[in-house]
């Protein structure tokens, strides 16, 4: 309860009233309307322990919270395990890509065989989850060519994970061209357009890698 007095003391109607069109399908009193920044703020300022412990929670804004507060722990073991813990929870996209582990980098070896066991759940978010690790931890020095096999590999219909599906290959795209381009031509139709399309939208790919893209649409 107390927490749910912070937030409401910090609830902006205006930003409330659109995020909910942000955060689609969920009951009218979920959101709160709470600025990120203030969010961050208040993760610092209050006992986060009693907020991790219990789940499920009524509010987005205790989701976000939660996620907030995985993503800066340092203890990977204990990390991960509440990671695992809080993710049959995750019922939206945006808490799911704001649950972003920053201790997970370190551990990639480790945390790799997780990932691929997330790619295979039935649950939803926690595959768009097992996506975004691979996107945010996998395409610099830990990438591996199986990793693009993975996710081209995902045939699932929910839409929030195709477009995760589409942001992680327009990420491989801009770095790790080579290995991702030949993937990329054999992604099912939706999927490749999808594909091309954030590439070109992004500015870490180069005009010269869009106009190549571009003639594959």
């Known amino acids: 309860m107390k927490i749910e007095k912070h937030l409401l003391a910090l609830q902006d109607t205006k930003y409330r009233d659109f995020h909910r069109s942000l955060v689609p399908g969920m009951p009218e009193d979920y959101i709160i309307g709470v600025r990120m920044p203030a969010l961050r ?3 610092k300022d209050i006992d986060t322990e009693g907020l991790i412990a219990e789940l499920p929670h009524h509010y987005y804004e205790e989701n976000q919270l939660h996620a907030i507060v995985l993503s800066g722990m340092k203890d990977y073991e204990r990390c991960l395990t509440e990671v695992e813990r809080f993710l049959p929870f995750v019922d939206n996209w945006a808490t799911c890509d ?10 990639s070896d480790a945390l790799l065989p997780h990932v691929r066991r997330w790619l295979k759940s039935k649950h939803e978010y926690t595959v768009r989850f097992g996506i975004g690790m691979l996107e945010a931890y996998y395409l610099d020095e830990a990438f591996s060519e199986e990793h693009l096999q993975w996710v081209a590999a995902i045939r699932r219909e929910e839409y929030y994970i195709r477009m995760m599906q589409a942001w992680y290959f327009a990420t491989a795209l801009a770095k790790q061209w080579e290995a991702t381009l030949p993937v990329v031509t054999t992604l099912p139709d939706w999927l490749h357009r999808k594909a091309i399309q954030k590439a070109c939208e992004s500015f870490r790919v180069s005009d010269e890698h869009k106009n190549i893209l571009r003639t594959l649409k």
């Open 41 to 43: 703020q208040l993760a």
């Open 98 to 107: 704001s649950l972003r582990p920053r201790c997970f980098a370190k551990h």
